[in-house]
């Protein structure tokens, strides 16, 4: 089992930034890949960014390239998402997960944190 706790998140003026931390506990973090997704009210959860376990390779969401960046340090079994230029659009509530590397579904996922950008 890996436990996921997120933090980090509030409110913020448009074209501010704010930085989300996911906590792990569990298993060995360095074999997740970690991931983050942001469900907004009305609409379905999204996939925002991921980062392979060794940190090797990032994705991102066509929505946040340039804007936002993932990383993770396996020495504090933590991943970040850092957010500049946020747009309201950006409000949504974030969630952390992670899955082995080998796998391709999420199984583990944090409780979210919200997010909300005003105009």
């Known amino acids: 089992q890996v436990q996921l706790v997120e933090s980090g998140g509030g409110s913020v003026q448009a074209g501010g930034s704010l930085r989300l931390s996911c906590a792990a506990s569990?298993?060995?973090?360095?074999?997740?890949?970690m991931g983050w997704f942001r469900q907004a009210p009305g609409k379905e959860r999204e996939f925002v960014a991921s980062?392979?376990?060794?940190?090797?390779?990032?994705y991102y969401a066509d929505s946040v390239k340039g804007r936002f960046a993932i990383s993770r340090d396996n020495a504090k079994n933590t991943a970040y998402l850092q957010m500049n230029s946020l747009k309201p659009e950006d409000t949504a509530v974030y969630y952390c997960?992670?899955?082995?590397?080998?796998?391709?579904?999420?199984?583990?996922w944090g409780q979210g944190t919200q997010v909300t950008v005003s105009s």
């Open positions: 980062m392979d376990w060794n940190g090797g390779r990032t």
């Open positions: 569990g298993r060995t973090f360095s074999s997740y890949v």
């Open positions: 997960a992670a899955r082995y590397y080998t796998s391709r579904e999420y199984p583990y």
